[in-house]
T-cell receptor, first 118, second 113 residues
Framework: GAGVSQSPSNKVTEKGKDVELRCDPI?????LYWYRQSLGQGLEFLIY????????KSGLPSDRFSAERTGGSVSTLTIQRTQQEDSAVYLC????????????????FGSGTRLTVV | GENVEQHPSTLSVQEGDSAVIKCTYS??????FPWYKQELGKRPQLIID?????GEKKDQRIAVTLNKTAKHFSLHITETQPEDSAVYFC????????????FGKGTRLHILP
């Protein structure tokens, strides 16, 4: 597509429920990244995909968080048993670069999913 | 791992004056330094970037400088305008880290009328 698409744009869920956040990157972008941004805060790295594999999961806050990417395209971030501290904007970004080939390019970010856990 | 420090956290400048945001990085292998602008409620957007083989890059009112020896880089905005008000993030990337970008904590820039 023309840009990075994320859905839903807003999600309100009850504490303890599972949620799935979706990211559709720019066509041809092999690298895909998930970040979390709490209100007024910076960008917290969660996980990175190169193709369908995830070489770096170091930012996932707990085992309640998982992500997958299929077909080298769409990625889904799943949060199980949501807690109030999970409330944040979840941003997805894609890039032509990645993989340690030294061809780093800037990311293109999606508009994010604003998750509110009540 | 890489650590990117950004200063100041908040900056207020009079419209028409210049603004400077400074960042340092810790990993000498970092070779790509992008800057992102995030307006309130919107996504971060890449505004300029610099690679380690150059010391300075300019795009209209925006310029970035890089000092590899000192491991610091800066964003300069001249003739500031109200639409420059936003949060700015510096970042660093290295092929040793799969080109993953590490962000600074951001600078909230206020342009005063």
């Amino acid at each position: 597509g023309a840009g990075v698409s994320q859905s839903p744009s807003n999600k309100v869920t009850e504490k303890g429920k599972d949620v799935e956040l979706r990211c559709d990157p720019i066509s041809g972008h092999t690298a895909l990244y998930w970040y979390r941004q709490s209100l007024g805060q910076g960008l917290e790295f969660l996980i990175y995909f190169q193709g369908n594999s995830a070489p770096d999961k170091s930012g996932l806050p707990s085992d309640r968080f998982s992500a997958e990417r299929t077909g080298g395209s769409v990625s889904t971030l799943t949060i199980q048993r949501t807690q109030q501290e999970d409330s944040a904007v979840y941003l997805c970004a894609s890039s032509l670069g990645g993989g340690g080939r030294g061809g780093a390019y800037g990311y293109t970010f999606g508009s994010g999913t604003r998750l509110t856990v009540v | 791992g890489e650590n990117v420090e950004q200063h100041p956290s908040t900056l207020s400048v009079q419209e028409g004056d210049s603004a400077v945001i400074k960042c340092t990085y810790s990993d000498s292998a970092s070779n790509y330094f992008p800057w992102y602008k995030q307006e309130l409620g919107k996504r971060p957007q890449l505004i300029i970037d610099i690679r380690s083989n150059v010391g300075e890059k300019k795009d209209q009112r925006i310029a970035v400088t890089l000092n590899k020896t000192a491991k610091h880089f800066s964003l300069h905005i001249t003739e500031t305008q109200p639409e420059d008000s936003a949060v700015y993030f510096c970042a660093a990337s290295s092929m040793n880290r799969d080109d993953k970008i590490i962000f600074g904590k951001g600078t909230r820039l206020h342009i005063l009328p």
